[in-house]
């Protein structure tokens, strides 16, 4: 077994364990299942979804496959810290570490979608994502409420505090609240034309730049951090240069990843946007996708890929 299995899956995964192959996140429990010791104490855990088997598979060295029920929406997100990667899906969280161990959910956070964290807060959805509620150790702070109708996305810039949230599908405007959680400003509006937006599902922030991905209008727009815009690439289709409903985006240290959902596929473009290459197609084998719909660079070298129509959470190397 490679070292990069955690030790409870090692076990799980051993010829004395059950085998991956008769075993079914659908069909299985655990009331219904003998696990190891070692993951009677995640199954057991409070944390941990009696629906979510969470087994993962090994593939390969660096090509881990985690198994989770099935997804209707979800998210990733990796901490300031790159220590710790968040899993949420139909309102679950899932919290990995490092070596792909479950973990605590840091705060008692019981529920949602976890947009941004690092070791001081987490913001993360409430209220059928109508509201963004910042956690931290003591206290709890809900952020912009009666302004955001439908939240689709949530950063903060590390460099000034600013709190960046993309307001989906009722305004089609980015709102910006200082580090009191005061509205500051606002902007955009729905449209087709450069410089509008029509549902900005995900941001991403770096530098100077934030990046809106809008799934209704295929493409990528690129704004300044006080609103102004830049440019945009992508537009409607299943060529290289096209997307279908994307859904996700991360950024590496050169280059700007979209999971491209309807296509079925990784885009990758250079921070100018200029198109440079494609990973993946649809299928259900390591390295193929159905319907991803985000996906985050980790410890510099994973990139992790959340897909609903195969209901998994890939981890890939990435170099």
């Given at each position: 077994m490679s070292a990069l299995l955690p030790e409870f899956l090692i076990e799980l995964l051993s010829p004395?364990?059950?085998?991956?192959?008769?075993?079914?996140?659908?069909?299985?429990?655990?009331?219904?299942?003998?696990?190891?010791?070692?993951?009677?104490?995640?199954?057991?855990?409070?944390?941990?979804?009696?629906?979510?088997?969470?087994?993962?598979?090994?593939f390969a060295r660096t090509e881990l496959v985690i198994k989770l029920g099935p997804i209707w929406r979800g998210r990733l997100c990796v901490n300031q810290a790159d220590t710790n990667m968040f899993v949420s899906f139909d309102r679950k969280i899932h919290v990995y570490d490092k070596?792909?161990?479950?973990?605590?959910?840091?705060?008692?956070?019981?529920?949602?979608?976890?947009?941004?964290?690092?070791?001081?807060?987490?913001?993360?959805?409430?209220?059928?994502?109508?509201?963004?509620?910042?956690?931290?150790?003591?206290?709890?702070?809900?952020i912009g409420r009666y302004k955001i109708h439908t939240l689709n996305d949530a950063v903060i810039d590390p460099m000034t505090g600013m709190i960046y949230v993309a307001d989906g599908s009722t305004t089609h405007k980015i709102f910006v609240f200082n580090k009191k959680r005061e509205l500051v400003f606002q902007f955009g509006e729905r449209g087709e034309d450069p410089g509008q937006l029509y549902r900005p599902h995900r941001l991403a922030i770096e530098g100077d730049r934030l990046y809106v991905l809008e799934e209704y209008n295929h493409r990528v727009s690129v704004f300044s951090i006080g609103g102004e815009f830049l440019f945009c690439f992508g537009s409607f289709g299943s060529e290289n240069e096209n997307f279908y409903n994307p859904s996700g985006?991360?950024?590496?240290?050169?280059?700007?990843?979209?999971?491209?959902?309807?296509?079925?596929?990784?885009?990758?473009?250079?921070?100018?946007?200029?198109?440079?290459?494609?990973?993946?197609?649809?299928?259900?084998?390591?390295?193929?996708?159905?319907?991803?719909?985000?996906?985050?660079?980790?410890?510099?070298?994973?990139?992790?890929?959340?897909?609903?129509?195969?209901?998994?959470?890939q981890i890939l190397d990435w170099k």
């Open positions: 004395s364990s059950t085998s991956p192959s008769s075993t079914s996140p659908s069909s299985t429990s655990p009331s219904s299942t003998s696990p190891s010791t070692s993951l009677s104490r995640f199954r057991d855990a409070k944390y941990f979804d009696k629906n979510v088997i969470g087994i993962i598979e090994q070596k792909f161990n479950l973990v605590e959910i840091p705060f008692g956070i019981q529920e949602g979608e976890v947009a941004w964290a690092d070791e001081k807060c987490v913001l993360t959805t409430a209220s059928a994502y109508r509201n963004l509620v910042m956690v931290t150790e003591n206290q709890s702070y809900l985006i991360c950024l590496s240290a050169k280059e700007i990843i979209i999971a491209d959902t309807g296509n079925n596929c990784l885009k990758i473009w250079s921070k100018e946007g200029e198109y440079l290459r494609s990973y993946g197609q649809i299928g259900s084998k390591v390295g193929q996708f159905w319907h991803p719909i985000d996906v985050r660079i980790y410890k510099s070298k994973y990139i992790a890929v959340l897909e609903t129509g195969n209901s998994r959470l």
